[in-house]
Every structure is written in C-alpha cells, then in structure tokens.
C-alpha cells in the first residue's frame, strides 16, 4: 500500500509556471506506475499525464503536451508536475495517483491510490 501526499499548488499568474510535488510513503514506489489528474469545479476528473517505473511517459495530448513534463525521483520518492504556459483554464484540484499495473492507464479507474489533491488558481 502507498499513501501519496502532494504539494505545490497555489496562485500564478497567467502564463506563469508550478512544479506540482507528490510524495510517496512505502519501499516500492519504484515499481508504481504513477499519474496527475485534475478536477475543476462541476467538471469530471481529466487525466494529465502518466509515468511509469522505467520513465515512460504520456501526456493528454490535446491540451498540455509541450506546456506539461512529469518526472520521478525514484530515491525521493517522489514524482512532478512542471506546469508552464498556464492558462486560466489549467486552475483546477491536481491530483496524485498510483498504481501497480505497468499500464500507463489515462483513466482514473485505472488507479487504486489517490492524494488528497493541491489546489492551482490561475489569474487571467
């Protein structure tokens, strides 16, 4: 079992930049596929990207590629979100989460292990 704890969030301006930080309990985080989802307010959880234990990653494409990078850190236990070029549109809860499947699943069933979120306001 892993519990996920993230930080990073807060208040930027548009076209600034977060790094989002989750932070993993447990001795095998290496092994854990690990994702960010995001949850704006009346809107269904959107996956944002997804790495696995060898560093293979996917992104959702449409709207992030190119402005979204996530990265691990194996030692620390923990995985990133570089977030640039936000947009008012970005302001959301991000959201941590982990599985042990190898899939790179970009839905949130595919995930057993969820943090509590961080919040990102973005003005315009």
């Known amino acids: 079992q892993v519990q996920l704890v993230e930080s990073g969030g807060g208040l930027v301006q548009s076209g600034g930049s977060l790094r989002l930080s989750c932070a993993a309990s447990?001795?095998?985080?290496?092994?854990?596929?690990m994702a960010w989802f995001r949850q704006a307010p009346g809107k269904e959880r959107e996956f944002v990207a997804a790495?696995?234990?060898?560093?293979?990653?996917?992104y959702n494409a449409d709207s992030m590629k190119g402005r979204f990078t996530i990265s691990r850190d194996n030692a620390k236990n923990t995985v990133y979100l570089q977030m640039n070029s936000l947009k008012p549109e970005d302001a959301a809860v991000y959201y941590c989460?982990?599985?042990?499947?190898?899939?790179?699943?970009?839905?949130?069933?595919?995930?057993?292990?969820w943090g509590q979120g961080t919040q990102v306001t973005v003005s315009s």
């Open positions: 989460a982990a599985d042990l499947r190898v899939a790179l699943s970009t839905t949130p069933v595919g995930y057993q292990y």
């Open positions: 447990g001795r095998t985080f290496s092994r854990y596929t």
């Open positions: 790495i696995s234990w060898i560093g293979t990653t996917t």
